[in-house]
């Protein structure tokens, strides 16, 4: 499936939901091996994350990127999710719904994800969780 089209599906299926119930929409922006620079295919993303995050009110702007679960990885993980939390910015997201989360991942994981960055755009009420029962004395 290429690229625009797994978009397309995605603002369609974000069109169908109600604004109270909890959805989320997601893009994957991919970067060349070790650069935090965004190459076309990044940019192309990002500009599709920016303007659905820009419409509305998000609840939450989650910006997820993989890093080892030994640790490498990290801080080349974290100049990215910071590229793309600066372009959020600038195209009017406010930082403050912003969250940057490094995700450790395995390392056969890692070597197939390790280029993305995902972008999570939560909307609705947020899910909570139901009270725990209460015992009742017999």
Do not use: W
């Amino acid at each position: 499936m290429n690229a625009r089209l797994a978009v397309l599906l995605l603002l369609t299926l974000s069109a169908c939901g109600s604004s109270g119930s909890p959805y989320s929409d997601y893009y994957v922006v991919s970067f060349d091996p070790a650069r935090a620079e965004l190459p076309p295919a990044g940019r192309a993303a990002l500009s599709y994350a920016t303007r659905d995050a820009d419409r509305g009110a998000p609840r939450a702007v989650a910006v997820k990127g993989y890093v080892s679960v030994d640790g490498s990885g990290r801080e080349l993980s974290e100049q990215r999710m910071k590229v793309v939390a600066d372009a959020l910015v600038e195209a009017g997201v406010p930082r403050s719904i912003i969250h940057l989360t490094p995700q450790p991942t395995p390392a056969t994981e890692f070597a197939r994800l390790g280029n993305g960055v995902v972008v999570q755009i939560e909307r609705g009420d947020p899910v909570v969780a139901a009270p725990a029962p209460v015992p009742v004395d017999e």
